[in-house]
């Protein structure tokens, strides 16, 4: 938030405007860029996620995972226009691939859906400088199985992939779903 407060900052002081859709100094949107590829936990600023995620209960995750996403991609989505294409696409391919490789190595299921929320964030920030209107149907379509899928593992009380096997017992028709 501070780093997003000075690039604004360093912005008004050159520019002498306040509006964050004008960012025209060079050192202002890579800031920006960096502050949102932090806030958002894309990789290389990722380590976060995943550890805090595993430290939380999974309605605290949920949260995270998606309400607290919804601020820096809104800022993302007014100020694409601006930030350097390039690092936003480097960005991403970090972000999927390391999303992606790191989280087939998990058991644990909150450690998981981190790694997959750094791997969806990755592709979300790939569509932000190309379309508007993809990038919103993509935030949405994140949004909504995001919260499917942590709504499900809030049901079972799973933890970790281990547990998944025997939720059949308990919950057939959750375990259908």
Do not use: C
């Not at 938030?1 to 360093?10: A, E, K, P, R």
């Not at 490789?101 to 964030?121: D, E, P, Y």
């Not at 149907?137 to 096997?165: C, E, P, R, V």
């Amino acid at each position: 938030s501070s780093m997003i407060l000075l690039s604004s900052t360093m912005n008004a002081w050159k520019m002498g405007t306040w509006d964050i859709t004008q960012l025209s100094t060079q050192p202002s949107t890579t800031l920006l860029t960096i502050a949102l590829a932090l806030k958002l936990g894309l990789a290389p600023m990722h380590f976060w996620l995943p550890e805090v995620m595993q430290g939380t209960t999974m309605s605290t995750a949920m949260i995270i995972a998606t309400w607290q996403k919804l601020p820096p991609i809104s800022l993302l989505h007014i100020t694409s226009n601006q930030l350097p294409t390039t690092v936003l696409f480097l960005l991403a391919l970090i972000s999927t691939l390391i999303g992606g490789w790191t989280g087939l190595n998990q058991t644990q299921l909150r450690k998981i859906l981190a790694f997959s929320s750094i791997a969806h964030l990755g592709w979300i920030i790939v569509i932000s400088p190309l379309s508007k209107n993809l990038l919103t149907l993509n935030i949405i379509i994140y949004l909504i199985m995001t919260s499917s899928m942590f709504t499900t593992l809030i049901m079972s009380t799973a933890k970790t992939a281990k547990d998944l096997g025997t939720t059949w017992t308990t919950s057939p028709t959750l375990t259908t779903i």
